[in-house]
């Protein structure tokens, strides 16, 4: 069955800018957040035509920190949403959130409009790698956020984790990693720390050169999370997310599967029949031409039937499910097999992958190395 459509609501306002964050996001500002708002209810109305009729099966408010805004704002623009394009009746609706953003009577509100799935931002239960993060919440803080969203009534949880982390050990890695196995998330996205050019973090530190990690001690923690997750029934569906069987994140997998999305907000990416575009980033230039009846384009690209193909391998190479064949047949008018048999050779000579059930299905160690593997065809 083929993806359902996705909308992706770009949010990205901050309590504070983190050292290591190269996203679009920037420290709150009341008078710009409204500003804001208001241009996104405009521009909602224009791109809900987009839907062609269909509802959206998912919705993925993202940032920045969307849930530190009250939440009647938030159930405000999600209502907006479910009047159009609409929502299906099972459509999943996360919500990005720092524990330290959240209350009981808001995580009560949040549920009741409508979000049933929710992203915590904790990224580590140490506290001294908490503070070297920038991080303003505290492990107790992420502990209660989980224990309220549970009474609130939400069943669909994901904990974000980063490891590589600046005096970061194996044994410590372990440690956050069973901190947080200990809340019993359904989903756990775990995600090496990435030294952006532009951050903090980029200009002070280097890859592999204390007091990061080395190589092999980044490898020994990927490692021990593989077996500690799947122990506990956490199944690794992509690079850096495991899930409990059926609660993968829905809007995600849709996007790695080359799927529809819609796009709103500065710097939101969306991607329609071959048509894959993002809107301005600067939060000021995007309400401008959006009141100025504009579409606030920053960029748009038709993919030829060989880029769409070649994007759909990117993405495929790194889940655990893989590349489907038959749609890289209709796609390039050819077998795959032959079209990419130089690369297909070589990804199997590497030990990244093979090719079963109509797929191409990248190994353990393909995974870890799904860059790689993915360039072997471009």
């Not at 770009?10 to 709150?28: E, I």
Request: charge should be neutral; aromatic fraction near 6%; charged fraction near 20%.
């Amino acid at each position: 069955m083929p993806p359902g459509l996705g909308l992706y609501l770009h949010l990205p306002f901050c309590p504070a800018r983190c050292p290591y964050c190269d996203f679009n996001a920037k420290t709150y500002d009341h008078g710009e957040a409204r500003r804001l708002l208001a241009g996104l209810a405009v521009h909602l109305g224009r791109i809900a035509s987009l839907a062609g009729g269909r509802r959206l099966a998912t919705v993925y408010f993202g940032g920045g920190t969307p849930a530190m805004l009250p939440a009647a704002v938030l159930a405000s623009l999600l209502a907006q949403i479910s009047e159009a394009p609409g929502l299906e009746p099972t459509a999943e609706i996360s919500l990005e959130a720092n524990p330290g953003a959240l209350s009981p009577l808001k995580l009560t509100a949040l549920r009741a409009a409508g979000f049933n799935r929710l992203s915590l931002g904790a990224q580590s239960f140490d506290p001294s790698l908490l503070k070297a993060l920038g991080r303003r919440h505290s492990p107790e803080s992420t502990r209660r956020a989980v224990a309220a969203a549970r009474r609130a009534g939400f069943a669909n949880l994901n904990l974000d984790l980063i490891y590589g982390l600046p005096g970061q050990s194996p044994a410590l890695a372990a440690a956050d990693l069973e901190a947080a196995l200990a809340l019993e998330p359904e989903h756990l996205s775990l995600y090496e720390l990435t030294l952006s050019p532009g951050t903090p973090f980029g200009r002070h530190f280097r890859p592999g050169r204390p007091p990061l990690p080395g190589d092999e001690e980044i490898v020994q923690m990927e490692e021990r999370a593989e077996r500690l997750l799947e122990a506990v029934g956490l199944r690794r569906y992509e690079v850096s997310n495991y899930a409990r069987p059926g609660l993968e994140c829905r809007h995600n997998q849709a996007t790695w599967q080359g799927g529809d999305y819609l796009s709103l907000g500065p710097g939101a990416h969306g991607h329609l029949a071959g048509v894959r575009w993002a809107w301005v980033a600067d939060p000021s230039e995007y309400c401008r031409l959006v009141e100025a009846g504009e579409e606030p384009l920053a960029m748009r690209e038709e993919l030829s039937p060989e880029q769409r193909a070649l994007e759909l391998i990117l993405l495929g190479l790194r889940t655990v499910r893989g590349v489907e064949l038959a749609p890289l047949a209709v796609l390039l008018g050819a077998n795959p097999r032959r079209v990419y048999a130089r690369a297909l050779a070589e990804l199997h000579r590497q030990g990244w992958g093979r090719i079963a059930q109509g797929r191409i299905i990248p190994t353990r160690a393909g995974l870890n190395m799904a860059d790689a593997a993915a360039a072997l065809f471009a």
